[in-house]
């Protein structure tokens, strides 16, 4: 009752309904509500802040929403559905904005939205995310059957993994495809998935193990514009090493993506997500440009305020989920991802201890595939020495290589080991969740002390740590990049380097510490 429209001149006042291309304070003291006939698609606006005393929300109904970035400010809130009551039209947000357009990393807000107050976004869920094949499809088949009967829609986009061993830019066996019906068959448990085209690969679905099938559609999509957010140094994919006859992924391409980010960061009070999806979206190597990140909320001592549930990351160009400097004070107060879904990411996509004191947090049941290491993984591997962001050489298939900094194309030495499920500190509920690709499916390195913002902490050793729980978790077509990797590796220091920019310089060192599993 107390809603303002977006589209009533009298909501904003003397300046009028805004314009096209402005900057826009929404009104102190205001519920602004954005509905179907509020903006023109056409319009794309400037930066849009929401002042401590007001809200926007968007309406139950089919809306886009264009600007070059958000910022909710400390006491403000951007409300799109609530936990109970999701919102079952499209609404679309698409940010604007250029790489080049100013120094990297730029302000919070640019093409992204900043929240230092409360973010709620919820659209109707699908359930499951994702499921697993129920027999093997075959290149050509134009209907795949899946272990579940979920409420997939015609037009919705699924992903069906690889299985091969490799998994790469230069070598990719993942199927993309669009739906165009879901049916029951006479197995309870078994549904049929028609699509609108034959498949391109074949994805193994036996007895040992199956292809995973995700579903990449929400109805609520926040994305980078088409413009500006694609990298543009993509001529080179495929590379190869003198006579080698095995190609790797060429390590600088694909190093200029600049899509939308998402922070929920320090005095934020609320951060809850479910039935969203985000694409083109990170930044590569701009550290804390992810496309959802939670950031420095310190200790969080209070349950159900920050997590996020059946969301969609794909075509990332900076990873998935991140939680930094965050920790639960017990485990019903971490932060939750859960049945959430990665797909074609650069740099690791469950990111959920990013400088070792992150803890008490739930990842569960989620799906990451197709991940994109960044820097000379291959050449780690292979003992082609770098310059100086090189040390040691060492021959492929060994436990070992080289020793690596991170340098212009690697921000963060340990994207050089770029995986599905990424801990930096294990002291978490780890459960149910798939990884396909990757360096290594669930990576623990060996962090011997807190980094980054946090490293004057003393007395804290992040590899010492347990896991809370580490169970039904699974992983396949990882470890090729060093032959006796595995699904599951736990081994590697990060190390410090004596550097005046030591919070982004860290050294990377394999040891040989693997844990071989296909499921644990």
């Not at 002042?51 to 400390?74: E, K, M």
């Not at 400097?325 to 019903?332: D, H, N, R, V, Y």
């Not at 298939?397 to 690697?410: E, I, K, R």
Request: charged fraction near 15%; charge should be neutral; include cysteine.
């Amino acid at each position: 009752s107390d809603l303002v429209d977006w589209h009533n001149a009298a909501t904003w006042g003397v300046d009028g309904v805004p314009k096209n291309g402005s900057a826009i304070t929404l009104p102190a003291g205001k519920k602004i509500l954005v509905s179907s006939c509020s903006i023109p698609s056409s319009f794309v606006f400037g930066l849009v802040t929401v002042p401590s005393t007001s809200s926007l929300i968007f309406g139950d109904a089919v809306i886009s929403f264009q600007a070059h970035g958000i910022h909710v400010r400390f006491g403000g809130s951007l409300l799109i559905g609530s936990p109970t009551c999701r919102l079952r039209n499209k609404v679309t947000i698409t940010l604007h904005g250029s790489r080049t357009a100013q120094a990297v990393p730029a302000v919070e807000s640019v093409k992204g939205i900043h929240v230092e107050g409360a973010i709620d976004i919820h659209a109707v869920e699908y359930f499951p995310t994702w499921t697993r094949l129920a027999s093997t499809a075959y290149a050509g088949n134009r209907t795949i059957f899946i272990q579940d009967c979920p409420n997939w829609q015609p037009g919705q986009t699924i992903i069906v993994t690889t299985t091969e061993k490799k998994d790469s830019r230069d070598f990719n066996r993942n199927d993309r495809a669009v739906i165009e019906k879901v049916e029951k068959t006479t197995i309870p448990t078994v549904c049929a998935v028609t699509l609108t085209a034959p498949l391109l690969y074949n994805h193994y679905g036996g007895f040992e193990y199956q292809a995973e099938v995700g579903l990449l559609s929400r109805n609520i999509l926040i994305q980078g514009d088409p413009f500006n957010s694609e990298p543009t140094d993509t001529a080179n994919v495929t590379c190869r090493y003198k006579t080698s006859p095995s190609t790797y992924p060429c390590e600088e391409s694909f190093l200029t993506g600049f899509g939308v980010h998402v922070m929920v960061a320090g005095t934020a009070t609320t951060g809850r997500f479910s039935g969203v999806e985000l694409f083109r979206a990170g930044q590569t190597n701009v550290i804390g440009r992810y496309p959802l990140h939670f950031h420095m909320l310190g200790t969080i001592t209070k349950p159900n305020l920050f997590w996020i549930s059946d969301a969609s990351v794909h075509r990332s160009y900076f990873r998935c989920y991140t939680i930094h400097g965050t920790i639960g004070s017990s485990l019903a107060t971490g932060v939750t991802i859960t049945k959430s879904t990665g797909y074609d990411v650069i740099g690791h996509c469950f990111f959920a201890s990013e400088d070792g004191v992150e803890e008490n947090h739930t990842i569960s049941y989620n799906l990451a595939a197709h991940i994109h290491p960044l820097g000379p993984f291959w050449q780690a591997s292979e003992g082609v020495v770098l310059g100086p962001y090189q040390t040691g050489t060492q021959s492929f298939g060994s436990q070992y290589t080289a020793t690596v900094s991170s340098n212009p194309n690697l921000a963060l030495a340990d994207d050089m080991v770029a995986s599905p499920f990424y801990f930096t500190n294990a002291y978490s509920t780890i459960i149910g969740n798939a990884a396909s690709g990757g360096w290594g499916g669930f990576t623990f390195p060996n962090l011997p002390a807190p980094k980054g913002f946090f490293k004057s902490r003393t007395n804290f050793v992040p590899k010492n740590r347990p896991t809370l729980l580490f169970q039904g978790n699974s992983a396949h077509s990882t470890g090729f990049w060093q032959q006796h990797a595995a699904g599951v590796y736990l081994g590697g220091n990060l190390v410090p380097v004596s550097s005046p920019q030591v919070d982004f310089y860290l050294l990377v060192t394999r040891v040989p510490i693997p844990l071989m599993a296909a499921r644990l």
